[in-house]
T-cell receptor, first 112, second 115 residues
Framework: GAGVSQSPRYKVAKRGQDVALRCDPISGHVSLFWYQQALGQGPEFLTY????????KSGLPSDRFFAERPEGSVSTLKIQRTQQEDSAVYLCASSPLGNTIYFGEGSWLTVV | GQQVMQIPQYQHVQEGEDFTTYCNSSTTLSNIQWYKQRPGGHPVFLIQLVKSGEVKKQKRLTFQFGEAKKNSSLHITATQTTDVGTYFCAGAGGYSGAGSYQLTFGKGTKLSVIP
């Protein structure tokens, strides 16, 4: 497709379960970002990749959160031992270096 | 760390009235971006402002970046029902130590337009 694609769109996880969220950026985009958006809030930065290199992971809330982009294209955000406070929309965005950021439609995670 | 405050949190206007949302950063920014998010949707890029005092227009939307590069505003003239959504400002980089790629979003202004 032409846009940033995320899957799954919706995920309900039991507390303690591990989840993996996938992002397919726009082809050729060097930069890839993950943001977390809680209900009624603005997106909050989690991590940034330039190609396969994770240049900034300062926004990851705990060591239960892990992101990778091994071949510089598809990225996966993994959350281990999910907790209720992890419930949020996880937005992936990609960009040609230094230009407009394009967001995907997000993965809506609910932890019960 | 860098903080971006946005007001008002909510705004209800009659169709045809004007609307303004304001954004203030605790630190000087390298640039500021504006996004629109429809209910249930994802943020969609509207514009980026880079220069001190910059003003840009997109049809009925006017964006301003303050002289000190710490504040910004979005003004919509004669609102329409299609303008409904949440408008976010997002500040990038500057002197806070954050990378120029790292956007700090405000909490957004949710606009409702009464037909």
């Amino acid at each position: 497709g032409a846009g940033v694609s995320q899957s799954p769109r919706y995920k309900v996880a039991k507390r303690g379960q591990d989840v993996a969220l996938r992002c397919d950026p726009i082809s050729g985009h060097v930069s890839l970002f993950w943001y977390q958006q809680a209900l009624g809030q603005g997106p909050e930065f989690l991590t940034y990749f330039q190609n396969e290199a994770q240049l900034d992971k300062s926004g990851l809330p705990s060591d239960r959160f892990f992101a990778e982009r091994p071949e510089g294209s598809v990225s996966t955000l993994k959350i281990q031992r999910t907790q209720q406070e992890d419930s949020a929309v996880y937005l992936c965005a990609s960009s040609p270096l230094g230009n407009t950021i394009y967001f995907g439609e997000g993965s809506w995670l609910t932890v019960v | 760390g860098q903080q971006v405050m946005q007001i008002p949190q909510y705004q209800h206007v009659q169709e045809g009235e004007d609307f303004t949302t304001y954004c203030n950063s605790s630190t000087t920014l390298s640039n500021i971006q504006w996004y629109k998010q429809r209910p249930g949707g994802h943020p969609v890029f509207l514009i980026q402002l880079v220069k001190s005092g910059e003003v840009k227009k997109q049809k009925r939307l006017t964006f301003q970046f303050g002289e000190a590069k710490k504040n910004s505003s979005l003004h919509i003239t004669a609102t329409q029902t299609t303008d409904v959504g949440t408008y976010f400002c997002a500040g990038a980089g500057g002197y806070s130590g954050a990378g120029s790629y790292q956007l700090t979003f405000g909490k957004g202004t949710k606009l409702s337009v009464i037909p």
